[in-house]
């Protein structure tokens, strides 16, 4: 099989030679263990970070050995307790044709239940990430005015319609393409949205929202953050999910520049990581999961092809190739 390794450390924007691809003999189980052939994996702005020295909030990762993250597989052998030849499994070990794991690192999932990707998206990290940040980080109110950065991403697409199912009054977003604004308008229910490239987002935010933000889902940082600090209305709430502006830069940039309106106007911005927010996940899954049953919520998927092509689906990632969650598809099950 193949894995995916870390070839060197990129200075600033990483490129095809920041990845190896390298052949290695399929790994044998020991004892406890299970072999598992990848299906599916995620790439995620995160591994950005753990492509540095420094340690984030997730450790680095290592020069010469493979990347991992969130995939999904199908269990070939196993002396793992509860787990059997052909069950679907969810694991961070991403990234490689196959892996070994024991029963303490993988979870059953269930294709019956939902197609396998959403385990690694809607039902999985990302949407997640968008429930926790707006319910328990923004504590997002009923008739709220709602700004969501990074609108038509995997987070960002979510956060935008559940605020809108919990009662927005108006959720505004801005994305990086004229097709993104379209469908974050006509296909999602955003009630506006722009497109950043297309000029100043203070002046674009203040357009599409006259009457302020209470609330600001950040994705992106930088320009994007000074603007919605700008637009937040008294007792604003700033879920600080990501800065994804700011991942590539070698050196730091400035920040906003109007930071005593967290005083003027009482603002709160919270830093959050979805891994600490697990006491909302069972309210998580009973809303979102009756919101997909109903027919309340869509998501859209790009998906590459092929294990060979995940350095490829990460580095687009990073361009704003995908709408909704970029995945690669490495084997059928
Ligand atoms: P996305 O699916 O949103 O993909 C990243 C998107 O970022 C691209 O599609 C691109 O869209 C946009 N982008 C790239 N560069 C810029 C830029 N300079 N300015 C504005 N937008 C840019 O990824 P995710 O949904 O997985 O992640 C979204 C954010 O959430 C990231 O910041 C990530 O780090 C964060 N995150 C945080 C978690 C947490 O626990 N705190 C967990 C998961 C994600 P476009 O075409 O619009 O530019």
Not at 117 to 144: F, H, K, S
């Amino acid at each position: 099989g193949l894995e995916i390794r870390l070839a060197a450390r990129p200075q600033g924007w990483p490129t095809r030679e920041t990845f190896d691809v390298a052949e290695v003999p399929v790994p044998e189980p020991g004892p406890g263990q299970m072999l598992v052939r990848n299906l599916v994996m995620s790439v995620d702005p995160y591994m950005r970070g753990r492509m540095n020295a420094g340690k984030s909030y997730v450790a680095p990762f290592q020069v010469g050995s493979a990347l991992d993250g969130g995939a999904v597989g199908q269990v070939v052998q196993s002396d793992a307790e509860g787990f059997a030849a052909g069950d679907f499994v969810l694991h961070s070990a991403g990234w490689r044709d196959y892996a070994v794991l024991d029963g303490r690192s993988a979870t059953k999932v269930d294709p019956d239940i939902a197609p396998l990707n959403a385990y690694l998206y809607v039902l999985g990290m990302p949407g997640m990430t968008a429930y926790a940040g707006l319910v328990d980080v923004a504590r997002q109110q009923e008739g709220d005015t709602v700004f969501v950065s990074g609108a038509a991403g995997a987070v960002g697409s979510l956060a935008g319609q559940i605020a809108k199912l919990r009662g927005a009054k108006r959720v505004i977003g801005s994305a990086g393409s004229a097709e993104k604004v379209r469908y974050l308008t006509e296909e999602i229910g955003f009630d506006a949205a722009f497109d950043y490239h297309d000029g100043p987002v203070a002046e674009q935010l203040a357009a599409a929202a006259p009457d302020g933000i209470d609330v600001y889902f950040d994705n992106v940082g930088g320009e994007h953050l000074e603007a919605a600090i700008g637009a937040l209305n008294d007792f604003g709430r700033v879920a600080e999910c990501g800065m994804i502006s700011q991942y590539n830069n070698a050196t730091p940039e400035p920040g906003p520049r109007n930071m005593f309106m967290l005083v003027s106007k009482r603002l709160r911005l919270e830093g959050f990581i979805v891994g600490d927010r697990m006491h909302v996940q069972d309210q998580f899954r009973a809303d979102v999961g009756g919101w997909l049953r109903d027919g309340k919520i869509s998501y859209r998927e790009t998906v590459v092809d092929g294990l060979r092509s995940a350095p490829d689906a990460f580095l687009g990632l990073l361009r704003g190739e995908n709408t909704g969650k970029m995945l690669v598809k490495i084997a059928d099950p």
